[in-house]
């Protein structure tokens, strides 16, 4: 199996965006333990061509929105370890916060981001840094010319800031209007989404499913990983979340 995991801040709230530092530690054990290989988000992208499943399962790790908590809990540990991680990073709120728009959301912590020196300090101890748009917008509220902005920006910002052009994109929200699977493959190699599913083979490059380790709290849920109860775990809760969407609407 191959599967990208979808992390955001690391803290004890218990949010829907939070996963615990303990439930992180727990998690880094099984990926430095050789059950499971770690590798670069883009590295994984290129495997899914491969006709055969890996021996182990695959996964490669993310962090949406650049939370300042990954400074204590996430580098250190994975640098520790060698493993690798990509950050994907709100150029317009680097060293802000995640008000998106200067508007807390409901049920949500409003919570410190990364500063510039702390994302280059992360690259260089082997983080890589994707784009996440310039002000975490939902695409599909965009003009066609301004989502091309939020990406184009954001790549400058990126680049500018930290001397290495982003490759990779992961969609605000997860919203993913038509068109603009387009914009990011003509500006990135992969774009991630919030779909929570693992890869399949030949999927397609800029709409990414990724499992979102919210999901996995209780200590050892992923030491299964790639196992068919695993999988039927992971799709019961891939179809409840596509039903809880049409009949919400959200
Ligand atoms: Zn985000």
């Given at each position: 199996?191959?599967?990208?995991?979808?992390?955001?801040?690391?803290?004890?709230?218990?949010?829907?965006?939070?996963?615990?530092?303990?439930?992180?530690?727990?998690?880094?054990?099984?990926?430095?333990?050789?059950?499971?290989?770690?590798?670069?988000?883009?590295?994984?992208?290129?495997?899914?061509?491969?006709?055969?499943?890996?021996?182990?399962?695959?996964?490669?790790?993310?962090?949406?929105?650049g939370?300042a908590?990954l400074a204590?809990?996430?580098f250190?540990?994975?640098?520790?370890?060698?493993?690798?991680?990509?950050?994907?990073v709100?150029?317009?709120?680097v060293g802000k916060?995640?008000?998106?728009?200067?508007?807390?959301?409901?049920?949500?912590?409003?919570?410190p981001l990364l500063d510039w020196e702390a994302l280059g300090a992360a690259q260089a101890q082997?983080v890589?840094i994707?784009?996440?748009?310039?002000?975490?917008?939902?695409?599909?509220?965009?003009?066609?010319?301004?989502?091309?902005?939020?990406?184009?920006?954001?790549?400058?910002?990126i680049?500018?800031r930290l001397g290495?052009?982003?490759?990779?994109?992961?969609?605000?929200?997860?919203?993913?209007?038509?068109?603009?699977?387009?914009?990011?493959?003509?500006?990135?190699?992969?774009?991630?989404?919030?779909?929570?599913?693992?890869?399949?083979?030949?999927?397609?490059?800029?709409?990414?499913?990724?499992?979102?380790?919210?999901?996995?709290?209780?200590?050892?849920?992923?030491?299964?990983?790639?196992?068919?109860?695993?999988?039927?775990?992971?799709?019961?809760?891939?179809?409840?979340?596509?039903?809880?969407?049409?009949?919400?609407?959200?």
């Open positions: 199996m191959r599967a990208i995991l979808m992390y955001h801040s690391l803290d004890a709230s218990g949010s829907p965006i939070s996963v615990s530092p303990a439930v992180f530690r727990d998690h880094v054990r099984l990926f430095a333990s050789g059950a499971v290989d770690v590798v670069p988000l883009e590295t994984l992208a290129a495997n899914m061509g491969a006709a055969a499943a890996p021996v182990r399962p695959q996964v490669a790790l993310t962090f949406d929105d939370f908590n204590a809990e996430a250190p540990l994975l640098a520790a370890h060698g493993l690798p991680a990509t950050v994907f709100v150029s317009g709120q916060d995640n008000a998106w728009g200067g508007v807390r959301a409901r049920g949500i912590p409003t919570l082997g890589t994707g784009a996440h748009t310039v002000s975490h917008p939902h695409l599909s509220a965009l003009s066609e010319a301004a989502r091309a902005e939020e990406l184009d920006r954001c790549v400058a910002d680049t500018a290495v052009r982003p490759r990779t994109l992961a969609y605000p929200f997860g919203d993913v209007p038509p068109g603009a699977e387009t914009l990011a493959a003509s500006r990135f190699a992969v774009a991630c989404t919030t779909v929570h599913r693992p890869l399949r083979a030949g999927e397609a490059l800029h709409a990414l499913p990724r499992l979102d380790a919210w999901y996995f709290r209780t200590p050892g849920a992923l030491d299964d990983l790639g196992s068919s109860a695993f999988r039927l775990r992971v799709l019961a809760r891939h179809t409840l979340r596509t039903a809880r969407r049409l009949l919400v609407r959200d």
